[in-house]
């Protein structure tokens, strides 16, 4: 069986070993992901200095390069973001540009780059908002060329106002739980089709 390879974006606006209640619950993710051999990595966007812009490369000083490169490589795609005023992170905003920026780019089969990649998303926060964020990001991944299974957005919200997060308070939730397996297992399948029997290229290619 071929090996798989799976990248979590995690878009939380904290720094470097700030804890990210984010990246606790793309950690359940990529428990299962590790379990089945497949090689899982998180990257903490907020740690690279990454430009506005809707291109693969914004020139000198911007990192993104370096995260596509990952991108590249990856089978699947996970974004990881926590809400804020019940909207996905304005790094998750940042993170989709920029790979819309690339999406014009083609394989040896003159298809897109994304086609054969599988995207899900991951979403923790108090109060509302996490099936909103989750269908822009999951809209968004699809649109420029990543295949969406069914079932692929787990999430935690606390209750409403200031209070305990995901790490705190949500890591016994049995519907989060639940959806945490359904995400892995169904990612995991669906790229392993696509290393078998890819999408044809009749009717996909972009040039």
Not at 8 to 19: A, F, P, R, S, W
Not at 71 to 93: R, Y
Not at 199 to 205: L, S, Y
């Amino acid at each position: 069986m071929m090996k798989l390879k799976a990248l979590i974006l995690n878009t939380t606006l904290k720094y470097g070993d700030e804890q990210s209640n984010t990246e606790g619950l793309a950690r359940e993710v990529m428990d299962i992901y590790k379990q089945k051999e497949v090689e899982a990595e998180i990257v903490r966007l907020n740690d690279y200095n990454i430009k506005y812009g809707i291109t693969d490369d914004a020139g000198e000083g911007d990192e993104w390069p370096q995260v596509f490169e990952k991108v590249k490589a990856a089978d699947i795609v996970l974004i990881g973001t926590p809400l804020w005023l019940g909207e996905k992170s304005s790094i998750a905003t940042l993170a989709i540009e920029r790979l819309y920026g690339s999406s014009s780019f083609t394989d040896e089969n003159g298809q897109s780059i994304f086609y054969n990649k599988v995207g899900g998303v991951i979403v923790t926060g108090n109060e509302d908002g996490a099936k909103h964020a989750a269908a822009s990001v999951l809209y968004g991944l699809s649109h420029i060329g990543f295949t969406i299974p069914p079932n692929v957005d787990a999430y935690w919200v606390g209750e409403a106002g200031p209070g305990p997060s995901y790490i705190e308070a949500g890591q016994d939730n049995d519907f989060t739980k639940k959806h945490v397996e359904m995400l892995a297992y169904n990612t995991m399948h669906l790229a392993r089709m696509f290393k078998e029997t890819p999408i044809p290229t009749q009717g996909n290619a972009l040039e």
